[in-house]
């Protein structure tokens, strides 16, 4: 393990493409936490995945700030951290994969932009983000697929906008499921696939714009209760 002067500490692996640093936890404790895009001359690619990551800093960390560097971060990597109030990616962001459970429960994040090069938001990625309010797809979106239970039971949860030439094709089972505010989502013409009550329980929802209509969804009780 590393860690240098940061705030974080690192662990070195190998890819494809050579050595790189992974994030395996916090050092320093701090309001506001900057991970930094390169450590020692070499690239910082991924967030570790695992209930232990963030433990140290659940209750004390309010911001993040994600370099463009990062291309995945990992299964439950950022749960219970319930003070983490926004989460910024740098622009020009290699992001692919939010996986499963990595912003569980972390119940002050207000809102979320996510990069267009993520392909993949895991199940249980933004579960029970009580104070989520909007959440925001880049325009040319790459992502493919929305995990089961994503968004479940972001209560607070008002819009989602997927952005224009969003390639999204799957939202899964209980997607949104009591988002129980979601008044607005836009729909991209891409949509192949709405899983069993993806929007279950959204009882403020009052369409949803898809090719300039209204879309009932594919897959049978996709809004059943």
Known sequence: LFSGNMDVSFEKYTDADGEAYSVVGVRVLSKKMVIPSTFKGIPVKTI?????TFIVGRNYIKSIVIPNSITDIRHYAFEDCIVLKNVTFEEGSQLK?????AFMHCSSLESINIPKSVTRVGSFAFQSCFSLSRVVFEEDSNLNTV???????????????????SKLETLGQDAFKDAVKLKYIEMPDSIIKVDK????????????EYNNGLYLGIEENAYAL
């Open 197 to 208: 009550r993806a929007f279950s329980g959204c009882d403020s929802l009052e369409y949803n």
């Open 48 to 52: 570790t995945g695992g209930p232990n």
């Open 97 to 101: 994969a939010i996986e499963e459970g």
């Open 147 to 165: 995990g089961f239970n994503t968004f479940s039971n972001c209560s607070n949860l008002l819009s989602v906008e997927f952005g224009k030439n």
